[in-house]
């Protein structure tokens, strides 16, 4: 195998979920065109991959995985800036949707606004992720509910794909909020299941379905419907529970071998045992925490003890975390929910690549796997986390291409 990139002189930072915190010192990764053909100590570097390929001194610089941000809702139309300043007067995020504004507006605006406007708007989007690092993206549908702007979305994403250097991930949250065409949930869920999710899956514009769990929007009955009509569409499986409220989804979700359920505020130790059994990843979402001004952190110690992945992501969405900065969200995991840098370095590679499903892929750096990985300004990996998004990237690498920064 010809080298096309090799780098020496590096501090790498493998990030495998075995023990994240392992960095390689002055090391060395061979790059053969999409895959990581090498790495190790520069000493014991072949010396037929001397030979070819492009050299870079990295003098020291850290090198880790492409990061993922593994929950996103970046296309929408609007904003919500009015109703952030309601909230600040006391106005209930609950209440909000309930008098049909909060999701539904943004519903009302991403109906109205054209496939191209959308895209534009995600686009700007998706750049500030790629600045930071971004080689894997999540985006979820669920400003639709209906069919033609819920495809609508997953074609933008689909567009994105197609126009973007990097990776999406697309995940269908029709079931998001009740729309005003329905008055009742279930017969909502019913349409989903018999009508929107066949076209979706017959299109292959969705590699998993997503479902609101709370109060606000829907319950266990709706979820586990959703999770059968998924396995039979052979749809991977994500949940938003216990964000708002101990509803029970997580543990259902563990049984339907969900790859994650986000947010998990309320998570309960029952339901801990059983995501940990199901290898069911936590997707810890800090700035929707932080927006809502939530009381109830998530129960990272119990998290660790039972050794459930975390992942964490921007959820991105125009509502309750309108931010597109994964870095900051790192930094805000280790404030606010008491994760080490170390864990939040990998809630954004392996243990986000889990959460789709990517993990034998991408989210490490291993012989084998894809090169997707970054080139640091920073010889100590746990600077990522702590520099609020001061420091960012250099070189970055996706699928072996580099899509950043010269050698
Ligand atoms: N959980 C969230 O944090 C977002 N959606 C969800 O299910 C919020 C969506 C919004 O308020 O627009
Ligand atoms: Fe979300």
Redo the contacts with the bound molecule.
Sequence with gaps: MDATFVISNATIAPICASDPSDVIPSATIVLSEDKIAWLGADKDCPESYRQNGQHHDAKGACVTPGLIDCHS?LVYGGERAHEFAMRLEGADYGDILKQGG??LS?VNATRTASEDALYLAARARVQSLMDEGVTTLEIKSGYGLDEDTELKILRVVRQLSQTCPIEFHPTLLAA?ALPPEFTDKTAYIDWICQTLMPKVAEQELAAAVDI?CEPIAFDLAHAEKLFKKAQDLNLAIKC?AE?LSASGAAALAARYGALSIDHGEYLTVDAIEQLADAGTVVVL?PG?YYFLREQQTPPVSLLREHQVPMAVAT?S?????PGTSLLWMMNMACVFFGLTPFEALAGVTCHAARALGWQERLGSLKQGLQADLLVWPTENPEMIAYAMGQVKPELIFKKGKLLKGSL
Aim: aromatic letters at 6%; zero cysteines.
């Design positions: 809702h909060g999701i943004t998001h609101f938003h964000q979402l929707a959820d969405n125009p509502g309750t975390s």
